[in-house]
């Protein structure tokens, strides 16, 4: 018995213990650490820690979270959890509106001190555009739409179409793709063009702001037939050629490829090809070419420049529209003409300033111009003495020639490709060189003369002192002397 008795309490101890933890007789002392966002116009989301067991005392078995509308403090809603959730997501609240939240943890005996007020505002919702409409054409939707509410708050628009419909032909190598268009906060309208006659397309505009996309008015709908019997001598323009390309194949040419229209609504003859320098806006400088084949190389260009390429299809007495443009620039080239304006001016007998302007056709950009000069002309260009400056220098001082000397000069300019023809020669005279007295050479003659005029003055007074037969050999070597 007394061995059973020892048995009892150890068990009556352990269940004691066991129903002190789990059904405590205190609630928490401190509600736990609470962060909220809000992720969508109708939600809130709410994170928490987990209460260390110091501010548990005890298992925490729920929480509770209180919210309400700001604008309605009275109403205050209460959602309970279980014990182990760390993380919760209100939903269908009212956008654009600001919600207060607390939140407090509870243990079987009940709710420790909820947290602070937390306030959140929903995210703004941004209403989808009104009056989505779209105006077919047999290769174009003109799309048109009024703002959405609240639109002072957008950034701009965004408008997205793709075929809606593919089956008509294998999905393999045609998956729709979605094309996405950026548009500006005033934009109304937009022009899609190079679509297929007569299919389906789905395109969506929508609004959106610095943080988010606002929701999408959608319009789904089929571009139109084409009239009349496909390749009949009356019917609707070829389509313009796809994937026009440009690749310079030297500084005067340029290959062009194309392909065919994505779709072939009429027999198409051949190509037209239309060619004009970049930014021109006169039409006498636009070449037309044509074609038969899906190529061309456009010849005569002049070098170094942009030009803006674009193709049409031509059918039985009637011709497409033009393609959008491809620009293209030709390979650069050595300067076609020689530096401009050369001039000379001797600075000295011994100095002149070398000043020269670009060349009008530089077919590049000039890396390098060469001074050549010489004192006879008659001389090979490659016995001439040379000087080289960066493309960057329009002037040079030529050092260290004669004076009283006829130079003979001339310049020109080099690309990366090579050098350029030289201007014509120009010559200077350059001046005698001019001697100047030196002050320390003319002082020490000064001195000397005077030095010599002393000296016969003593001699003369030496020679007056002394015998009057020996004074005039004396004055003799006094000027020896
Ligand atoms: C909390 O526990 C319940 C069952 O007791 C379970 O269904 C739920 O997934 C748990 N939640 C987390 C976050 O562990
Ligand atoms: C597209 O529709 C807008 C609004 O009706 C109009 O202003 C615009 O000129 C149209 N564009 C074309 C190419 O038809
Ligand atoms: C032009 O260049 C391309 C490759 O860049 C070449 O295939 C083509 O034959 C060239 N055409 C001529 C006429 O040189
Ligand atoms: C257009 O280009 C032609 C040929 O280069 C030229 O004679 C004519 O003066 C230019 N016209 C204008 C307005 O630049
Ligand atoms: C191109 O086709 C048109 C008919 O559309 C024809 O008049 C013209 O002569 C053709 N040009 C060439 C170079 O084949
Ligand atoms: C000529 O002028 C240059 C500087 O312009 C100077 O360096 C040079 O010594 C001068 N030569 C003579 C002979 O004065
Ligand atoms: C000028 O150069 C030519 C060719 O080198 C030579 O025949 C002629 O003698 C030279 N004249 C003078 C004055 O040096
Ligand atoms: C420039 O002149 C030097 C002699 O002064 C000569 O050796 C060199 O070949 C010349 N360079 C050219 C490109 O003529
Ligand atoms: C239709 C709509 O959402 N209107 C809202 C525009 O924005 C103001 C202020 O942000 C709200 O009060 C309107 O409810």
């Known amino acids: 018995k007394r061995y059973g008795g020892t048995w009892q309490r150890c068990l009556f101890t352990l269940g004691l213990s066991w129903l002190v933890s789990s059904f405590p007789l205190v609630v928490p002392s401190a509600p736990p650490q609470l962060s909220v966002a809000s992720t969508s116009p109708t939600d809130i989301r709410l994170v928490w820690q987990p209460l260390t067991s110091q501010h548990s005392r005890g298992a925490v078995t729920r929480y509770r979270v209180d919210y309400s509308a700001l604008d309605q403090k009275d109403t205050v809603f209460s959602v309970e959890l279980r014990g182990n959730e760390t993380q919760f997501t209100l939903r269908e609240l009212r956008p654009n509106q600001v919600y207060r939240l607390r939140i407090a943890a509870g243990t079987a005996v009940g709710f420790g001190v909820p947290s602070e007020w937390v306030q959140q505002q929903t995210v703004v919702l941004i209403f989808a555009p009104s009056e989505l409409k779209v105006r077919t054409r047999v290769t174009t939707l003109n799309v048109t739409w009024q703002p959405s509410p609240n639109h002072t708050l957008v950034s701009g628009y965004k408008l997205s179409y793709r075929e809606a419909e593919t089956d008509r032909f294998t999905t393999r190598d045609r998956t729709p793709h979605t094309h996405t268009i950026r548009l500006r906060k005033k934009a109304r309208h937009h022009l899609l063009t190079g679509l297929v006659p007569d299919r389906q397309y789905e395109v969506r505009v929508w609004a959106f702001d610095k943080q988010k996309d606002g929701a999408a008015a959608v319009w789904k709908g089929r571009t139109d037939k084409i009239h009349g019997r496909p390749s009949g001598p009356s019917s609707s323009p070829p389509l313009p050629p796809s994937s026009v390309q440009a690749t310079a194949n030297s500084s005067t040419s340029v290959w062009l490829r194309w392909e065919k229209p994505r779709f072939i609504n009429v027999r198409i003859i051949n190509y037209t090809v239309r060619c004009s320098p970049a930014g021109t806006t006169n039409a006498s400088l636009v070449s037309y070419y044509t074609s038969s ?189």
Not at 319 to 338: C, H, N
Not at 419 to 448: C, K, M, N, R, W
């Open 293 to 481: 084949s899906l190529e061309i190389l456009l010849r005569g260009l002049r070098p170094f420049t942009h030009y803006e390429l674009a193709v049409r299809s031509n059918g039985v007495n009637i011709a497409g529209p033009f393609s959008g443009t491809v620009v293209e620039a030709t390979l650069p080239d050595r300067p076609s003409t020689p530096p401009e304006e050369l001039q000379l001016r001797a600075l000295n007998s011994s100095s002149v300033l070398v000043s020269w302007r670009p060349p009008l056709e530089p077919n590049g950009i000039i890396v390098s111009y060469r001074i050549l000069y010489t004192v006879n002309l008659s001389k090979p260009e490659d016995e001439w003495r040379n000087l080289s400056e960066d493309g960057g220098i329009f002037s040079v001082e030529v050092r260290g020639l004669s004076g009283g000397t006829r130079y003979f000069f001339k310049v020109g300019a080099s690309t990366k490709v090579g050098s350029g023809p030289f201007s014509p020669v120009v010559d200077v005279q350059t001046p005698l060189p001019t001697y100047e007295l030196d002050i320390h050479a003319v002082t020490g003659i000064i001195v000397g003369v005077c030095l010599g005029l002393i000296c016969i003055l003593l001699c003369m007074c030496f020679s007056f002192r002394n015998s009057k037969p020996r004074s005039v050999f004396t004055l003799y070597a006094c000027f020896l002397f």
